[in-house]
């Protein structure tokens, strides 16, 4: 693992409707040293990223969501700000190749449960300078 970001650097969304996995979720991202802003809910989460959609490298967001889907929301997200990072995160199989193809290269996976060291080192390939997404 590479040193601990610069968390100015690294603002992490994250969204999912299960508090208790929310908050875990955010004290491990916290205790690496990521700045984090924890959403309950897809429309909590979608007024935050339209609010200032630069200022995140990437939203980690769960698939089932009430009120709206996450593969919905992330493509909205990914609509108004194509250079930020998605990592996926459920409980059930899920594709990213199903998703439009010009996302999908910065589109990553993680399968619940996780353990802390599963989220680093996802969140560090998906925020790796040569992860796919577009140039900067």
Not at 24 to 40: D, I, K, N, W
Not at 41 to 65: G, H, K, M, N
Not at 93 to 120: E, N, V
């Amino acid at each position: 693992m590479n040193a601990v970001p610069d968390p100015s650097a690294s603002r992490i969304l994250l969204v999912d409707d299960v508090e208790a996995l929310l908050a875990v979720t955010e004290q491990y991202l916290r205790r690496l040293g990521y700045s984090t802003l924890a959403c309950r809910t897809a429309r909590e989460a979608w007024a935050a990223f339209q609010a200032d959609p630069l200022s995140f490298r990437l939203v980690l967001t769960d698939i089932t969501l009430p009120e709206i889907p996450g593969t919905e929301l992330l493509l909205r997200m990914l609509d108004l700000n194509s250079r930020v990072a998605v990592l996926i995160c459920s409980g059930y199989p899920f594709d990213p190749a199903s998703l439009p193809a010009r996302y999908q290269p910065q589109i990553g996976f993680l399968q619940k449960p996780f353990t802390p060291r599963m989220l680093a080192e996802a969140v560090e390939r998906a925020l790796a300078p040569d992860a796919g997404a577009p140039p900067r």
